[in-house]
């Protein structure tokens, strides 16, 4: 009985969380005047962040505007708030202070899962459910609703059509639980798949590529910078060369930007991320 008792106290916080992102969405849905149109720019004015009100901040008084269509990559050492910042862009946390708007229109409660709509965001560690391939890169879409032309389409981009396609059920094989039955590089790939079925306007990488050797990632970056003016990436990077064809790369220090530089100048500094 204390077992079971315990459970449910530690689960009821998790729960809560769910049913009222649940409620958030349906009465969100309601307001058919809500949109978020995404063809200028992606602007933060003033982001601070800390989790707690005694804690140290980890963002302070960041300012941002990224320009659609850009390649924006992120550096700084561990603790810099470079994956907070992009929790924050992403609405997975919301800034203690300032405000982040999208064609000048500020992001709210309200209109947050429409901003997400047009996001894909690719991890370090990527969550596979235990189904087929197929199901993995078109995630979310009901079975019958699965574009297959699109689904190859993404592996090959994602550089991992070709190991699909020698294994024995192909698109069809099924991962395992959390993609058990494939190698670490081939469930980051999966995960650029992913991103790249979506067809979202934002792919956010965050350090995605660590788990593939040069050739590969250069291969996968390369695809990404086909797709156009009309997908917007940011990239939190394991090695420098990843952000060699990015706009800008941003520097951060201690929770503020330190500075914008090109891949040229990071590269003659040397820059070690560690």
């Given at each position: 009985m204390f077992q079971s008792w315990s459970l449910i106290q530690s689960s009821q916080a998790s729960l809560k969380?769910?049913?009222?992102?649940?409620?958030?969405?349906?009465?969100s849905n309601k307001d058919n005047k809500l949109h978020i149109i995404?063809?200028?720019?992606?602007?933060?004015?003033?982001?601070?962040?800390?989790?707690?009100?005694?804690?140290?901040?980890?963002?302070?008084?960041?300012?941002?505007?990224?320009?659609?269509g850009s390649c924006i990559g992120f550096i700084g050492s561990t603790g810099s708030g470079k994956s907070t910042l992009i929790d924050i862009i992403m609405g997975l946390l919301e800034p203690t202070e300032g405000t982040i708007s999208i064609d000048n229109q500020i992001l709210t409660k309200d209109n947050m899962h429409l901003w997400q709509k047009l996001i894909a965001h690719v991890p370090q560690s990527i969550y596979l459910i235990d189904s087929t391939i197929e199901q993995n890169i078109a995630f979310g879409i009901d079975k019958d609703k699965i574009d297959k032309s699109l689904v190859r389409e993404s592996a090959q981009k994602a550089q991992?059509?070709?190991?699909?396609?020698?294994?024995?059920?192909?698109?069809?094989?099924?991962v395992g639980e959390?993609?058990?039955?494939?190698?670490?590089?081939?469930?980051?790939?999966?995960?650029?798949?992913?991103?790249?079925?979506?067809?979202?306007?934002?792919?956010?990488?965050?350090?995605?590529?660590?788990?593939?050797?040069?050739?590969?990632?250069k291969a996968v970056i390369e695809s990404f910078n086909s797709l156009g003016s009309n997908v917007t990436l940011l990239m939190i990077a394991h090695r420098i060369t990843t952000l060699k064809d990015c706009t800008n790369i941003i520097e951060l220090k201690d929770g503020k930007i330190c500075k914008a530089i090109k891949y040229e100048e990071l590269r003659k500094k040397n820059y070690d991320r560690t």
């Open positions: 969380d769910v049913i009222e992102y649940l409620d958030l969405r349906t009465e995404f063809n200028e720019n992606i602007k933060l004015k003033n982001i601070s962040f800390q989790y707690l009100i005694d804690s140290p901040s980890i963002l302070s008084s960041v300012d941002l505007n990224i320009q659609k991992v059509a070709d190991i699909i396609e020698k294994m024995p059920n192909a698109y069809d094989t099924v959390r993609g058990i039955q494939l190698s670490g590089g081939q469930r980051q790939r999966l995960g650029i798949a992913r991103a790249l079925y979506k067809n979202a306007q934002i792919i956010i990488l965050d350090e995605a590529t660590s788990a593939l050797d040069n050739e590969t990632e």
